[in-house]
């Protein structure tokens, strides 16, 4: 039997940029105790020893918290640490092997950018669908899609029953418009990483969430 589906109202997304392990952790803590529901572990850079270690200490906190942890397309570093789950791109290895190798108790999340590839998704083993970019960011700039906007959001909801967790440029002048448009949660990477107060930030953000409706 499957677990029942977690919380997505607000996904913090690690930012590869912060290369210090005692920051890194620093910013991961904070956005829990603010009220972060959910954690992707996002790593472009670092090499496969730091990647594992990092995802070790990240699971560590996350467990503190009981917060799941996903891994951002490597399966063998979720495999190899008991995350939740993972979150594949476009890219990655096709969702139906991801889900042979992980098993079905764990979490697939997959990168949508465009009406098309959310109506593929449909017939997908997967979890939940992050919409990638909803507005325009530099925190991401290879591989991307055009910008979905609040059009995109509503237009993929009307197609879609899987939960949406969209990302891109969302902070907390934006967040309660991308949940009115249709999504289920945000995923957050500079709003929170690059604030001088990511602990605060989050709270904020979490508020507006429940302001909106959001699950939680």
Not at 133 to 153: H, Q, R, S, Y
Request: glycine share 8%; with cysteine; aromatic share 4%.
């Amino acid at each position: 039997m499957r677990p029942p589906p977690p919380d997505y109202s607000l996904m913090f997304v690690t930012d590869d940029r912060v290369s210090d392990d005692d920051e890194f952790i620093q910013i991961l803590e904070a956005t829990l105790r603010g009220g972060a529901t959910i954690v992707q572990l996002r790593e472009k850079k670092l090499n496969t020893k730091r990647f594992y270690r990092r995802a070790v200490e990240t699971k560590a906190v996350c467990d503190r918290y009981e917060v799941p942890l996903l891994v951002n397309d490597r399966i063998d570093i979720a495999l190899s640490v008991n995350a939740d789950g993972v979150h594949l791109g476009q890219s990655d290895m096709p969702p139906s092997v991801a889900r042979k190798l992980i098993g079905d108790d764990k979490i697939i999340g997959w990168s949508v950018g465009s009406f098309e590839q959310a109506e593929e998704a449909n017939g997908l083993e997967v979890d939940y669908l992050g919409l990638s970019p909803v507005f325009a960011t530099n925190t991401k700039t290879l591989d991307l899609e055009p910008p979905l906007g609040l059009e995109g959001i509503e237009e993929i909801r009307k197609i879609s029953g899987k939960p949406l967790v969209s990302i891109g440029g969302i902070d907390e002048g934006n967040a309660a418009a991308v949940i009115e448009s249709g999504s289920d949660g945000i995923a957050v990477i500079s709003a929170i990483s690059r604030s001088c107060d990511p602990e605060r930030t989050t709270t904020n953000l979490k508020e507006i969430l429940c302001r909106t409706g959001s699950k939680r």
